[in-house]
């Protein structure tokens, strides 16, 4: 695989001691806290710095006085060309790609700060950006030939060429590899491209389309191809008209008897669904740095809001109820950059292994903005509701964060199953066994629980495996939430592939709550050490960091103690008992007439 984009030199003060083969997610499910990789937490590097500030300085200029303009682009569904085209101008299109194709180089991290910028005035601006950066052309990035990149990269950097990804169809959503789109191979080599993609975002501006099609034979794999706009053949349908990100371009993309020629085969034929993976793993930061924007953008409104409004002649930030969500929203928004600029550290730092805290950052700031969003058009009240005021824009446009580059119900089954295999995969005497829990059944798990007597035997003092990273005394107690409940969530691992061996794939409640476990774990893990850093450095609101590292805590131990017990004590055959007698109705069956 190509490295251009994931490693990089002279990263971060963490980057020396990082174990890049291993993923922090994936141990924790057996027990372990890999702290090489969470501590000292990273930071931006200094090129990125610079350049960041003047992109940001030149994102709010630009962004800043066109709160109309942009009002207008959601109310139509559409953005000028003259708008695109001073995206161009600011190099908005060039981010992510090196210097030698003309564009800003910027790691990863400084990328996702970029679309907090833009995300913070409107999230259809990210759109455009995300989706020609983070899944567009990132296939170009992570698996082009030279030759590819010589021909596609310059003209993409500049955005005189905008990407887009093209892997949804109406019978492929979730279930990707289910698509239908057909490409055969011709005696010379070429590639005749067939079918139709749907909900295509930039698919009626782009001029590059990543696209996956299915390559000939019954049980013929996934190929990528890169596929140019103009060539005869490809065409997109009318703008999608859309609850939010209206102004962003989503259209259906049709090829019809396109030839492609063989050297527009992206990364190897039959490994395309591998490309599609990878590079929605790698582009998922972009999604929470601009969900992270959002929140931001949020918490200023909230707080200006509660504090002009007045009733009951005080001001209506005087209010616990009022102040609870201010509170909360800030815990959300933290925990959330905590964890998407560490996973974008990860990449940066060419990691091998984490598209399960890819997603779990994904999940967490995409669910936080929501929740965000709910709560300052709440604080707002009937102003919130009023189209005049940008809470309902918001609130629209965020609700797509948990839909598209893969539901969060489909990423939380991930982070459960990923977790799990690994820990059956890789135990020694069980291999044979396990070797892969979603085709062969599980047996002798006996094997497993002697092993996690052993590793919870052997660990420190009260049976945790305690991180050694010396941290602030006033951040230990928090640490110690981390440690134990690591430890339980291998036991109830543990406890889980025992009771359902191969059938846990069908305990969807259940990997659930292993998902919601492993959330609160890595994300918790990282404000602890983002916390500890503030306090090193002698930030000036690093007190505030330990009490919301205080709370996260104390939130995430209650959520872990509720998911953990769930898992025995439950109403899931009920929950299941009762859904299966309304589907089979298919209607609310009672009334008061
Ligand atoms: C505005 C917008 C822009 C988009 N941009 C792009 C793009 O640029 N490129 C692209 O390729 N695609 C794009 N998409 C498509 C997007 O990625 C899909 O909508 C998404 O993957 C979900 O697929 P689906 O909508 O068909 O839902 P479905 O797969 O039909 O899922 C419906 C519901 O069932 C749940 N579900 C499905 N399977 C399971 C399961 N096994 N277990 C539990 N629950 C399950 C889902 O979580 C969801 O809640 C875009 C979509 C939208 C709306």
């Known amino acids: 695989m190509n490295t251009e984009v994931t490693q990089k030199p002279e990263q971060t003060e963490a980057k020396d001691t990082l174990r890049t083969e291993l993923s922090v997610a994936k141990n924790l499910f057996f027990g372990e806290i890999v702290e090489e990789n969470l501590f000292p937490y990273p930071q931006m590097r200094e090129r990125d710095r610079e350049m960041l500030s003047m992109m940001t300085d030149a994102i709010d200029r630009f962004l800043g006085d066109k709160g109309e303009e942009l009002a207008e682009m959601d109310r139509v569904g559409e953005q000028p060309e003259e708008f695109i085209q001073a995206l161009r101008e600011m190099g908005l299109f060039g981010l992510i790609i090196g210097e030698t194709h003309g564009g800003l180089d910027l790691s990863n991290a400084a990328y996702a700060r970029v679309l907090s910028q833009t995300s913070s005035h409107d999230s259809s601006v990210s759109l455009t950006i995300g989706a020609h950066s983070s899944i567009g052309m990132k296939g170009v990035l992570l698996f082009g030939t030279d030759e590819q990149k010589?021909?596609?990269?310059?003209?993409?950097?500049?955005?005189?060429?905008?990407?887009?990804?093209?892997?949804?169809?109406?019978?492929?959503?979730?279930?990707?590899?289910a698509v239908r789109?057909?490409?055969?191979?011709?005696?010379?080599?070429s590639y005749l491209l067939n079918g139709e993609k749907i909900w295509i975002t930039n698919g009626g501006i782009a001029g590059l389309y990543t696209v996956f099609a299915r390559t000939d034979g019954p049980d013929g794999k996934l190929t990528a191809f890169i596929v140019e706009a103009g060539w005869e053949g490809v065409s997109h349908g009318p703008h999608e008209d859309k609850m939010g990100i209206r102004a962003s371009s989503t259209t259906t993309v049709a090829f019809s008897d396109v030839r492609v020629p063989a050297e527009n085969v992206l990364g190897k034929a039959g490994k395309g669904f591998k490309v599609a993976m990878a590079i929605l793993n790698n582009g998922r930061t972009g999604l929470g740095g601009g969900a992270v924007g959002g929140m931001k953008a949020l918490i200023k409104l909230a707080t200006a809001q509660a504090k002009d409004r007045k009733q009951f002649d005080r001001p209506i930030a005087e209010f616990g109820l009022v102040r609870e969500k201010i509170a909360q929203m800030t815990v959300d928004c933290f925990a959330a950059e905590s964890a998407v600029w560490m996973v974008a550290h990860y990449i940066d730092s060419g990691c091998s292994d984490y598209s399960v805290e890819a997603a779990i950052s994904k999940v967490f700031a995409s669910d936080a903005i929501q929740r965000a969003s709910h709560e300052a058009l709440q604080i707002a009240a009937g102003n919130g509701f009023m189209k005049e005021f940008p809470y309902e824009k918001i609130t629209r446009d965020t609700r797509i964060l948990s839909i598209f580059e893969g539901t969060n119900e489909i990423l939380r089954l991930y982070i459960a199953l990923s977790g799990m295999k690994d820990v059956g995969a890789t135990l020694a005497g069980l291999k044979s066994a396990v070797g892969d829990i979603f085709n062969s059944p599980i047996k002798g798990f006996g094997v497993l629980s002697a092993y996690a007597e052993r590793r919870f035997r052997d660990s420190t003092g009260i049976g945790t495996d305690r991180i050694e990273h010396e941290m602030d005394p006033r951040l230990r107690a928090v640490a110690q939430v981390f440690e134990r409940y690591t430890v339980q969530l291998s036991k109830a691992t543990d406890a889980l592939l025992r009771k359902h061996g191969k059938g846990i794939t069908e305990q969807q409640f259940q990997q659930k709550r292993i998902a919601d476990v492993t959330i609160d774990l890595f994300v918790g893990l990282c404000v602890l050490s983002r916390a500890d850093h503030l306090l090193r450095t002698e930030d000036k609101e690093a007190e505030s960091a330990v009490l919301i590292a205080e709370l996260f805590g104390k939130q995430a131990r209650r959520r872990m103690v509720g998911n953990l017990r769930g898992i025995r004590h439950n109403e899931d055959a009920m929950i299941d008992q009762l859904a299966g007698r309304i589907l089979e109705r298919g209607k609310y069956v009672w009334d008061v007439i």
Request: net charge negative; proline share 3%.
């Open 150 to 177: 010589a021909r596609y990269l310059p003209s993409l950097a500049s955005g005189e060429t905008i990407a887009a990804f093209c892997l949804t169809e109406s019978g492929a959503g979730s279930d990707a590899a």
């Open 181 to 189: 789109c057909k490409a055969s191979l011709q005696e010379d080599g």
